[in-house]
């Protein structure tokens, strides 16, 4: 059933994904400040004197005018805001990688403004060159944060207690940090428990820090968002991982 019609005007947004539509348009995914994921018809973008056809790029800033009440709106204005380097190589994987996530983990029309502003941070670094491992982590970490998955980095599960630098924990999905020595009190063996990752308190903290300058926290914080990014996506793969994986393989 089609929702009330509205009319939204020059809306901080960019495109994440873009298909066909009959003979001259396209059906555009857009990740928009204040109204999360829409889906918007851009009526003869693919006509070739269209003025749309240069503007609706992937990781390029825009200022977008959109109108309708269905579930897919109709694109008014796209206006290019300049500034963003373009990706490339590596980059531009990695911004595919971005995009795929924001596509299949967050709904249509619910606004996550800070996630917003995490997607501007990790294209903008990507545009800079930057190396990608952090960017990567930073924004899943933002991801599950800003979609509920509230994991807790720097205390332990159950106790409440602080992680500690020096300890061994292994995270529990729905349950947390768990000191491996807890564990082995309870009985539980760490290889009944699947593939949950093996981290050091140390990594944990700095992941709740936001610092990811050690290559073990790197190595080991990419395990951890994995395994809970696998988890949310209900096992189901992303196609964007697996062309990295095949480029790092040749």
């Known amino acids: 059933m089609a929702g009330p019609k509205q009319r939204v005007e020059q809306q901080p947004a960019w495109v ?7 003979e001259t348009s396209l059906i555009v995914e857009i990740f928009a ?5 829409v889906g918007l018809v851009a009526k003869g973008a693919r006509r070739p004197y269209s003025q749309l056809r240069g503007v ?5 800033p825009l200022r977008m005018d959109w109108s309708g009440g269905g579930e897919v709106k109709t694109l008014v204005r796209a206006e290019w805001q300049g500034g963003q380097p373009l990706l490339s190589g590596r980059g531009l994987l990695c911004g595919y990688y971005l995009n795929e996530l924001l596509v299949r983990l967050t709904a249509r029309e619910d606004a996550h403004p800070r996630l917003f502003d995490a997607y501007v941070d990790a294209v903008g670094a990507l545009g ?5 491992s952090p960017i990567l982590r930073r924004f899943e970490l933002a991801l599950l944060q800003d979609l509920g998955y509230e ?19 292994l995270y529990i999905i729905e349950r947390g940090p ?9 009985g539980v063996e760490s290889g009944a428990l699947g593939e949950q990752p ?7 903290l700095d992941m709740a820090a936001d610092d990811f300058s050690r290559a073990e926290t790197l190595a080991q914080s990419k395990q951890l968002l994995r395994m809970l990014i ?13 062309v990295l994986k095949e480029l790092q393989e040749l």
């Open 16 to 22: 994440l994904h873009t298909y066909p539509w009959r």
């Open 33 to 37: 400040r204040e109204h999360g994921r």
């Open 56 to 60: 609706l790029l992937a990781f390029q």
């Open 128 to 132: 800079r060159g930057e190396p990608a």
């Open 151 to 169: 994991a807790g980095l720097a205390v332990e599960a159950d106790s409440g207690a602080a992680i500690q630098p020096d300890g061994r924990y």
């Open 178 to 186: 768990v000191r491996l020595d807890t564990l082995e009190e309870e």
């Open 198 to 204: 093996l981290l050091s308190g140390q990594t944990l």
């Open 230 to 242: 696998n988890h949310t996506l209900g096992g189901q793969p992303l196609q964007s991982r697996r």
